[in-house]
C-alpha cells in the first residue's frame, strides 16, 4: 500500500506554508512563500488576497513534488489561519473588495471608540466573551461598509462575502465562484464579536450592534468536518479542518485536558490555556475563546493572553534598523553582552494587547545611556517577549487559581535559546519544546486527519508528543523581581501616548 | 590543464567595478563598462546576489558590494541562523531515528555543539548546546575535519587524545578514515569518545557545496550499529536525508 499524508496550509501574518506531515506526525517537506505587508497609512496593515491564493497555488505543488507524493495520497487537508485578518469580496466574480485588514491594523480605533460609548456596548463581552478592541473583525466589515459606497446594499443582497483567510481558502478551494463552500470554523468565527460564545451561532444582537447584515456571514462548522472537496489545487482532497492559528498549535501541543497550556512564538505571542468544555471568564485582560470542536462533540473553550510584537520586534530591528541582517542574528548580538545595561523596549507599536489592552500605547525605548550599544539593544529586544510573556502568564495564575509549572514553548522563536532561556529565568519555571516546533501547522494536520480517520483518536496524537529541548531557570530571584519592577515601570511610561482624537500616527485629523 | 573559466573573469571584473566605484551601479551600466550583453550581466549579478556577494537596493534595482564580502574572513554562517534553518530537519531526524541529534561547527579546533535535540523517549536529558567536543573522535567532527584542510592540518600537528580503548589516535590511520568519509558522504563513530556510544554524521552545505556544519544522531551502540559494529544503513540514510533536507535550504542543492 502506497504511504498516505496529511497536509496542512498555514496561512499566517507574513507567509503561506504548505507542510505534509507523516503518520508519527513527522514533517515530510515544507513549501513557504511570503506575501507583501501594505502599509498605506500609519497604522494601517493590508495584505492581498489574491496574492496570498496565489502562493497557496504555487507552494502547495512544491510540497508535493518534493516528498514526491501525488495528492492522490494525501488523506485530507487542515488549514490553519491568522486570525481577525478580514476579507470581502464579491461571489459571482471571486474578486476581493479592496485588501484584506490584518489584525494588526488600528484603522478602527476612532469607530471602536464611539461604538464603545454608544449604548448596547456591553453586549459585546458579555456573548461574545471578548474585549470591544481593533484587534477582531467586526469593526473592520463595518469600517469597509461605511466606506465603500453601495457595499452595504450589495452586502445585504448576498452578493459580497466576508471571511477571515480560512474562509477565502476554503471558497476558493472549493470551486470558488464555481460552487465555493463559504464556510469557517467556531473558533475563527469566535473572534469576530458577531458570535455567541455559548450557543456558537451568530447573534442577532451583535449583528445590529455592528450593523452587519447576516447574509454576507459564512456558515459556522466545527474545527473538524468534512467541509468538503478541493476542486483546484489539491483535486477531489477532501477539506477536513480549519482553526485560527493559536487554536491549532494547541491542539499542535495536545493540550487536551483542561488545563494545559502552551505558548507560540511568532510575529506575536499567544499563550492559550484549555479550560474544558465551559468557557471560564478572565478578571485580568485575558479573552475567552473556542480552543477547538471535534465534529459534533462539545465545543473545548481555552484562556488566550494575546501579545502583539514579539518576533515582529526582532524584524523591526532587522528591516526597520538594519542592525542585523537576519532574525537569528539577534542572538549573537544579545549573547556579545551580559545584560541589558539597563535598557527596556517596550514593544507597544500598536498599543499594547493582554493584559493591558491599551490602544492609545505606542512604544518607547527607555533607560538609553551612552553606554547602551545595539548588542544591549538586541538583549532589550529579546528580554520584552520574557517580561510580556510573563505579564500574561501571572494573568493566566490569578485567573484559573492555578500556578503555571512548566510552560511548553512552540513557533519559530524557539530556535533562539537565549530567548527561551530567557523566558524560563522570567517565568521562573522550566519552558519545554516539542518535537515539532510548527506546532500550528501539525495542529491544522491533526485536525484534517482527525476528521478523516487518518488518526483515530486524541490519545494516538498525544503519543506523538516528545520533549525536544528543556530549558531551566537559572536566575537569582531578586535580579528577577529588579527587573521586573523596572519592566513594569516601562510599560506604565507607554500609557496614553496617542490623546483622543489624535490619528494612529500622533497627529490630530485635519 | 582547463583553460580559464569565462564567467568567474567576469564575475570578478563586476566585483573588481563595483569597488571602484562611489555609488552603485545598474545591470545596464554594467554590461555597457565591461562590453558585456545585458542578460549575461544579470545572471552573473543574480548568481553574485545570491551568495550575498552583491546586493540590489529595491527602490532603484541597482547593485552594491554585498556584505558577505566584508566578513569573507570570518564565520561564512551565523551559527544561530543555521540552527533557526535547520531546526524543522532536525526535529524530524530525531523524530524518525529515535536517537539524539546535534548539529556542530568548527570552532578553535573542537566541534562547537550549535543545536541539541533530545532522544525522543521524554526521559530526563540536559541540553549541551555550547558544548565542546573533541574533533577526531566524534562523527560531528570527522564530517568538519573531512571538509577543512585548515582544520585537518592543525590536527595533524597535534597529539590525538584518547577518550576509550577505540579512539583512534594515530595519523595515519585517522588521515584514512577522512578519506572513507568523503568519498561516504558521511561519517561514524563507535566506542570513540565513550563506552557504549556510537553517532553518525553527514556535512551540511552552503551555496557551491561549502561545508558549514555537520549534523548527526548519537545513541546506545546496540541500537545504532548492527551485530558487526557497523551503523545500520537505515540510519545512515535518514542522518543523509537530514543534512540534503538542511543543505537544500541553505542553497546547496546539488548535495
Known amino acids: 500500500m502506497t504511504e498516505r499524508y496529511v497536509m496542512s496550509i498555514d496561512q499566517g501574518t507574513t507567509s503561506t506554508r504548505c507542510i505534509l506531515f507523516d503518520h508519527g506526525g513527522r514533517l515530510v517537506s515544507v513549501a513557504q512563500r511570503e506575501h507583501r505587508q501594505h502599509f498605506p497609512r500609519p497604522g494601517w496593515v493590508e495584505h492581498d488576497p489574491v496574492e496570498i491564493w496565489r502562493n497557496l497555488e504555487r507552494i502547495a505543488p512544491e510540497a508535493l513534488a518534493q516528498a514526491g507524493v501525488t495528492a492522490r495520497q494525501v488523506a485530507a487537508v487542515g488549514i490553519a489561519n491568522q486570525r481577525e485578518t478580514t476579507v470581502l469580496w464579491d461571489r459571482i466574480t471571486g474578486v476581493p473588495i479592496g485588501r484584506a485588514i490584518v489584525w494588526q491594523d488600528t484603522r478602527t480605533s476612532a469607530l471602536v471608540d464611539e461604538l464603545g460609548r454608544g449604548p448596547g456596548a456591553s453586549i459585546v463581552p458579555e456573548r461574545s466573551g471578548l474585549p470591544l478592541a481593533t484587534y477582531f473583525s467586526a469593526p473592520r466589515i463595518r469600517w469597509t461598509l461605511d466606506h465603500t459606497p453601495g457595499l452595504r446594499e450589495r452586502a445585504e443582497r448576498g452578493e459580497v462575502l466576508f471571511g477571515t483567510m480560512e474562509s477565502w481558502l476554503i471558497w476558493n478551494l472549493s470551486g470558488g465562484p464555481d460552487g465555493g463552500v463559504h464556510v469557517t470554523d467556531v473558533t475563527n468565527a469566535s473572534r469576530t464579536l458577531l458570535m455567541d460564545l455559548r450557543t456558537l451561532a451568530w447573534d442577532d444582537g451583535l449583528l445590529s450592534f455592528f450593523d452587519v447584515p447576516r447574509a454576507m456571514l459564512p456558515e459556522i462548522r466545527s474545527s473538524t468536518e468534512t467541509y468538503g472537496t478541493a476542486r483546484r489545487v489539491f483535486p477531489g482532497v477532501r477539506i477536513g479542518a480549519a482553526l485560527g492559528d493559536q487554536q491549532a498549535a494547541l491542539f499542535g501541543q495536545t493540550c487536551f485536558a483542561p488545563g494545559e497550556t502552551k505558548c507560540t512564538y511568532g510575529t506575536g505571542a499567544f499563550l492559550l490555556m484549555n479550560t474544558g468544555t465551559t468557557p471560564v471568564r478572565s478578571g485580568n485582560g485575558l479573552l475567552t475563546t473556542v480552543g477547538y470542536k471535534i465534529g459534533d462533540e462539545d465545543a473545548v473553550y481555552a484562556l488566550e493572553g494575546s501579545i502583539a510584537v514579539t518576533g515582529a520586534l526582532v524584524q523591526w530591528f532587522r528591516d526597520g534598523l538594519g542592525l542585523i541582517g537576519t532574525a537569528p542574528e539577534i542572538e549573537t548580538l544579545a549573547r556579545s553582552v551580559d545584560d541589558n545595561g539597563g535598557c527596556y523596549i517596550v514593544p507597544a507599536f500598536s498599543g499594547l494587547f493582554a493584559p493591558h489592552w491599551r490602544g492609545e500605547a505606542r512604544g518607547i525605548i527607555v533607560g538609553l545611556t551612552s553606554y547602551i550599544t545595539k548588542n544591549h539593544l538586541a538583549r532589550a529586544v529579546l528580554e520584552a517577549t520574557g517580561w510580556q510573556t510573563r505579564e500574561v502568564v501571572d494573568a493566566m495564575n490569578r485567573d484559573s487559581g492555578l500556578s503555571l509549572r512548566e510552560l511548553k514553548a512552540d513557533g519559530g522563536m524557539t530556535s533562539d535559546n537565549l530567548l527561551m532561556q530567557i523566558v524560563a529565568d522570567v517565568l521562573n519555571v522550566p519552558v519545554e519544546r516539542p518535537m515539532v516546533v510548527e506546532t500550528v501547522s501539525l495542529g491544522a494536520a491533526y485536525a484534517a486527519g482527525l476528521a478523516v480517520g487518518y488518526w483515530a483518536d486524541l490519545e494516538g496524537l498525544r503519543r506523538n508528543w516528545h520533549r525536544a529541548a528543556r530549558w531551566v531557570p537559572a536566575m537569582d530571584t531578586r535580579r528577577r523581581d529588579a527587573e521586573y519592577d523596572n519592566w513594569r515601570r516601562a510599560v506604565e511610561r507607554t500609557f496614553g501616548w496617542i490623546r483622543p482624537g489624535e490619528d494612529g500616527d500622533g497627529t490630530a485629523p485635519a | ?255
Open chain 2, 1 to 255: 590543464m582547463p583553460g580559464p573559466v569565462q564567467s568567474i573573469e567576469r564575475a570578478a571584473a563586476i566585483l573588481r567595478l563595483l569597488a571602484a566605484s562611489p555609488g552603485r551601479l545598474g545591470a545596464g551600466e554594467i554590461a555597457g563598462s565591461l562590453g558585456l550583453a545585458r542578460g549575461t550581466a544579470h545572471g552573473i549579478l543574480r548568481t553574485l546576489e545570491l551568495v550575498g556577494f552583491v546586493e540590489r537596493d529595491e527602490a532603484t534595482g541597482k547593485y552594491q558590494l554585498g556584505a558577505a564580502l566584508l566578513h569573507l574572513g570570518t564565520s561564512y554562517l551565523d551559527v544561530n541562523e543555521l540552527r533557526s534553518r535547520a531546526i524543522n530537519w532536525a526535529d524530524a531526524l530525531a523524530s524518525r531515528s529515535g536517537e539524539a541529534v546535534r548539529i556542530g561547527t568548527l570552532l578553535d579546533g573542537r566541534v562547537l555543539v550549535v543545536h541539541h535535540v533530545f532522544r525522543p523517549d521524554d526521559s530526563l536529558q540536559a541540553m549541551d548546546v555550547g558544548t565542546l567536543l573533541p574533533l577526531h573522535a566524534t562523527a560531528l567532527g570527522k564530517v568538519l575535519l573531512a571538509h577543512d584542510a585548515h582544520a585537518a592540518a592543525s590536527v595533524r600537528d597535534a597529539v590525538l587524545e584518547p577518550y576509550c580503548r577505540r579512539t583512534v589516535t594515530d595519523h595515519k590511520e585517522l588521515g584514512r578514515a577522512l578519506a572513507r568519509v568523503r568519498d561516504n558522504g558521511w561519517a561514524s563513530e563507535v566506542e570513540e569518545l565513550s563506552i557504549g556510544e556510537a553517532a553518525v554524521a553527514a556535512p551540511i552545505r552552503g551555496h557551491g557545496g561549502l561545508v558549514v556544519g555537520a549534523i548527526g544522531v548519537s545513541g546506545a551502540v546496540e541500537r545504532v550499529c548492527d551485530a558487526r559494529r557497523v551503523p545500520v544503513p537505515a540510519l545512515v540514510a535518514y542522518v543523509r536525508d537530514a543534512a540534503r533536507a538542511v543543505s537544500r535550504d541553505l542553497g546547496g542543492t546539488r548535495w
